[in-house]
């Protein structure tokens, strides 16, 4: 008979926080654990697997097909893991809970978010603001939010990182852009992140661009791209199916990375604050993810 093959949930949060940010280095920064043990970590994972997991240089890391795969895996035994432990231990857990969430996430992870939230802990109340990543950070050191979902430049340093992404151009199939006229940008009012990096690409690029939107909303921002009177930026994993990802194309420039992480209020309640942390950490989260029934 083979021999029985098991996952140990502590190589699997390991394995997870290095799949997230593709960094041994930034995910033992996260975990505070030593780079060594990290590595000792995922290599005793891929040994419990029979795969590698990862395939990694001097330069750079990135997952192999066995480790999207594993990735996905981890996700959901955490997630049950956690849940199990939530329906003995945690399920009890009361308290207020200030939650903020950048806009664009409530067209995708957000209703998942709360769906699964809500089925752990259904004794804290949660309190949602939904606004753009500056404002929320800027509510977070003013003691009004216990905890921040948002949308920040990579290698910032700053929170529990979620995922990294690329911005990318976006609009509709049948728009065109003259390289030699300037660049319809839609965007948010600054400060924005998103607005930032679109003007700063455009400029380093030496294009000329002109506002033809301003909104402080999502859905704005996606209404006047589907008009097609200009492009936006968004992250590569939000593109909804009926825009396109124009990078590449009309010679527009290349845009940086962006991360989706956590930043927490360290002046609240840490039992709240780390239930909700694992809930997100743990998700699949992707563009069209949607709470499971």
């Known amino acids: 008979m083979a021999a029985e093959t098991s996952f140990d949930p502590v190589l699997l949060r390991t394995f997870l926080s290095v799949a997230n940010g593709l960094s041994f280095t930034r995910a033992a920064e996260q975990l505070g654990l030593s780079q060594p043990t990290v590595s000792q970590h995922v290599r005793r994972l891929e040994q419990a697997a029979g795969r590698q997991l990862f395939s990694r240089d001097t330069r750079s890391v990135a997952l192999t097909d ?61 309190e949602l603001t939904v606004t753009q990543s500056g ?17 920040q430049e990579a290698d910032l340093g700053r929170g529990t990182l979620v995922r990294r992404d690329r911005l990318v151009w ?7 852009i003259d390289p030699e006229q300037p660049v319809p940008v839609i965007t948010y009012h600054a400060p924005s ?47 909804p199916g009926d825009l396109r990802n124009l990078s590449g194309r009309f010679d527009l420039p290349a845009l940086p990375d962006v991360e989706l992480a956590l930043v927490d209020n360290p002046r609240s309640p840490r039992g709240p604050v780390e239930a909700l942390s694992r809930a997100i950490v743990n998700l699949p989260l ?7 029934r």
């Open 66 to 126: 066995n480790g999207q795969a594993m990735a996905g895996f981890a996700r959901t035994i955490l997630a049950a893991n956690d849940e199990a432990v939530s329906y003995f231990t945690g399920s009890a857990m009361t308290g207020r809970l200030r939650f903020g969430a950048a806009d664009e996430l409530a067209l995708s992870e957000l209703p998942t978010i709360l769906w699964e939230f809500r089925q752990l802990y259904p004794r804290i109340n949660l």
């Open 170 to 176: 976006v609009g509709v199939d049948r728009l065109q």
């Open 286 to 292: 992707g563009p069209h993810a949607s709470p499971r």
């Open 135 to 151: 404002t929320l950070l800027r509510r977070l050191l003013a003691n009004h939010l216990d905890l921040v979902f948002v949308n």
């Open 193 to 239: 992140l998103s607005r930032s990096a679109a003007i700063d690409s455009l400029e380093r690029g030496r294009r000329t661009w002109r506002i033809t939107c301003n909104t402080r909303e999502i859905n704005g921002v996606l209404a006047a791209t589907r008009a097609g009177i200009g492009i936006c930026v968004l992250a590569a994993s939000r593109v």
